[in-house]
């Protein structure tokens, strides 16, 4: 019974943490964000880019993977924090594709590359 409530409570936190950080969209895809309620340049930017939705779609998949991989309340801020971060740099770049791009890639590298150290 403990290691249920356990497993409630690290989900639990990942809900708490996760949800202001990124906004799972209902429809049939993953994006990170609504595209029906994209309202800053860079994310209707995204919205209107094929290969940033990709992308996005991806980050959103390894953002939600490194959360649950996490294991810890302090990983979990941490995590949390950087993607904070990272956001402000990608909404910098507001409708410059080749900055969304750039930025995008070396999130994912960076994402991708903490998802495979967590499984070893």
């Not at 939600?64 to 995590?79: C, E, P, Y």
Request: charged content about 20%; some cysteine; glycine content about 2%.
């Amino acid at each position: 019974m403990r290691n249920l409530t356990t497993k409630i409570s690290y989900s639990a936190l990942i809900l708490a943490f996760a949800t202001p950080a990124i906004q799972v969209s209902t429809t049939a895809n993953a994006q990170s964000f609504s595209c029906a309620n994209a309202q800053i340049p860079s994310e209707m930017a995204i919205c209107n880019n094929e290969n940033l939705l990709i992308k996005d779609e991806k980050l959103a998949e390894l953002f939600a993977d490194a959360l649950v991989k996490a294991g810890g309340n302090d990983k979990i801020q941490s995590i949390s924090a950087q993607h904070s971060i990272w956001l402000k740099k990608r909404n910098d770049c507001r409708v410059d594709f080749e900055c969304l791009e750039k930025i995008y890639d070396e999130r994912l590298n960076n994402l991708g590359s903490t998802n495979q150290s967590a499984r070893f």
